[in-house]
T-cell receptor
Framework: DAGVIQSPRHEVTEMGQEVTLRCKPI?????LFWYRQTMMRGLELLIY????????DSGMPEDRFSAKMPNASFSTLKIQPSEPRDSAVYFC????????????FGQGTRLTVV | AQSVAQPEDQVNVAEGNPLTVKCTYS??????LFWYVQYPNRGLQFLLK??????LVKGSYGFEAEFNKSQTSFHLKKPSALVSDSALYFC?????????????????FGGGTRVLVKP
């Protein structure tokens, strides 16, 4: 398996533009997580899905952020409109349902909003 | 609610010396504990985990961690550090109590500890 795949690896956009980050989890993993990493806040859980259904979105910072998982092999995190304070590295991770299993992380998307 | 604390922002150690990265946790049920490492411009890589059984867990690259229930700690250790161990280390917890209550699978991370191993 190629692991968790995220695209793009880097994104530079202007303030006010819409940004869409993409993730392909490991095949067979039922859970998908979106995290954001910044120097100030560290690693924050934004939202996670189980079997394509959002379970906990309490970490989503505001209404500008939305996430979808239309099928078991694809998820998106959208920011509309983007702001400079959204600049961060966004990670997607997936795991199997077993409670003792670790999560596998993608390489991340470095987002810069200017 | 589950939480993790890594009290040290940075740990400096000389190559060849023992390395310890501290982690304490708070959960309502049984904890499932994990350590991850992050190299520059990379994602997080799994190192080791504690689920049940032996309190001393061995993982990748010569790392080990000791689960201490009375102190609610899960410190990461390496007997002899290498320069290549310089990276950002994260401790994470999954709370079995929360999983049962909320039928979730939430993994909460600490703030991370930067390790610098000097030659």
């Amino acid at each position: 398996d190629a692991g968790v795949i995220q695209s793009p690896r880097h994104e530079v956009t202007e303030m006010g533009q819409e940004v869409t980050l993409r993730c392909k989890p490991i095949s067979g993993h039922d859970y998908l997580f979106w995290y954001r990493q910044t120097m100030m806040r560290g690693l924050e859980l934004l939202i996670y899905f189980n079997n394509n259904v959002p379970i906990d979105d309490s970490g989503m910072p505001e209404d500008r952020f939305s996430a979808k998982m239309p099928n078991a092999s694809f998820s998106t995190l959208k920011i509309q409109p983007s702001e400079p304070r959204d600049s961060a590295v966004y990670f997607c991770a997936s795991s199997s349902p077993a409670k003792h299993t670790e999560a596998f992380f993608g390489q991340g998307t470095r987002l810069t909003v200017v | 609610a589950q939480s993790v604390a890594q009290p040290e922002d940075q740990v400096n150690v000389a190559e060849g010396n023992p390395l310890t990265v501290k982690c304490t946790y708070s959960v309502s049920g049984n904890p499932y504990l994990f350590w991850y490492v992050q190299y520059p411009n990379r994602g997080l890589q799994f190192l080791l985990k504690y689920i049940t059984g032996d309190n001393l867990v061995k993982g990748s690259y010569g790392f080990e961690a000791e689960f201490n229930k009375s102190q609610t700690s899960f410190h990461l250790k390496k007997p002899s550090a290498l320069v290549s161990d310089s990276a950002l280390y994260f401790c994470a917890v999954r709370d079995e109590g929360e999983m049962i209550k909320a039928a979730g699978n939430k993994l909460t991370f600490g703030g991370g500890t930067r390790v610098l191993v000097k030659p």
